[in-house]
């Protein structure tokens, strides 16, 4: 434990939070020796054919702040979410807290800037979030650090978050029967997303793992809580030893038959602006759809 810049015993209080339009878990994470306390993930709702958004997950999470007498220092996103909408300007607007996502969202910006002919007013430095990480910056939550790895593959920009005993895998790993998610984005690796979950794997085996998205397999009930020993001997894609070669066929033969997401268009013009909306050149919210860009 010594080789990481948290004490891992401390156990914050965690509180999950289940979309069930994106199949997304967001995270309330609970200073136990304060009342300071961070989001992971948040959401926000959106009828995409309707081009209406709403606020009803996130206001459901302020709730839950407010009524517990919490005080919000973070609002971290794991990565760009590429099937829902960040509600963390909405949230941060009502509770305040700093944003931050990894650093490599330069990278995702330069990337997503083209496919969506963004101009030059859409700047691709990250400055639409409060803070970048880089792998192995700490942060405070209350009297807790928190600490990022960089977990690069599903996208260019992902960290899994560290706090306490407790890591926030983002979509770097799924519950052991759902395994990983797929690596064909833009700047997506399927060899860079094995060697990250190696990282995470490295991790105490009794760490609890918090799963961003679950979308209950074989009709189980949902879950979202595991532990590194868990995944390690179990997870169907990358567990009991299966090697970097072995997950690198599985996963491009897999993710050449999946689907886009169903809100891929929306999210990342949205995400990749640290969950800003779009605008035209007259102040009208707007989102674009580029054709065969994806």
Excluded at 37 to 48: F, H
Excluded at 206 to 220: E, K, S
Aim: negative net charge; glycine residues 10%; hydrophobic residues 40%.
């Amino acid at each position: 434990m010594s080789d990481y810049p948290v004490d891992m015993t401390v156990k914050p209080q965690i509180k999950g939070f289940f979309d069930p339009v994106t199949n997304t878990i967001s995270y309330v994470v609970r200073d136990p020796a304060s009342t300071a306390c961070a989001i992971v993930d948040s959401v926000m709702d959106i009828d995409y054919a309707a081009g209406r958004i709403s606020s009803e997950h996130a206001d459901e999470i302020i709730a839950h702040i407010e009524a517990e007498g919490l005080t919000l220092e973070w609002q971290i996103e794991t990565h760009v979410h590429a099937d829902h909408l960040s509600a963390a300007p909405y949230i941060q607007q009502k509770l305040g807290g700093k944003v931050g996502v990894g650093e490599k969202i330069t990278v995702v910006q330069e990337v997503f800037g083209k496919v969506f002919n963004e101009g030059t007013e859409f700047q691709r430095d990250g400055s639409q979030f409060d803070k970048l990480f880089a792998d192995g910056d700490t942060y405070a939550i209350g009297t807790m650090t928190g600490f990022a790895i960089h977990t690069p593959g599903h996208t260019p920009a992902c960290m899994v978050h560290v706090i306490g005993d407790a890591a926030f895998a983002g979509d770097t790993l799924f519950m052991p029967d759902a395994g990983s998610a797929r690596a064909d984005f833009p700047g997506g690796d399927a060899g860079e997303l094995y060697d990250s979950i190696q990282k995470v794997l490295c991790l105490p085996d009794d760490m609890r793992l918090f799963m961003c998205h679950d979308y209950a397999p074989n009709g189980r009930d949902i879950q979202w809580e595991t532990t590194v020993a868990a995944e390690k001997a179990h997870n169907i894609h990358v567990g009991a030893g299966k090697t970097r070669e072995e997950f690198i066929k599985f996963r491009t033969e897999r993710d050449a038959t999946l689907d886009m997401p169903n809100l891929i268009i929306p999210s990342l013009q949205v995400n990749m602006r640290g969950g800003e909306l779009p605008e035209d050149a007259d102040g009208n919210k707007v989102l674009k759809v580029p054709l065969n860009g994806l």
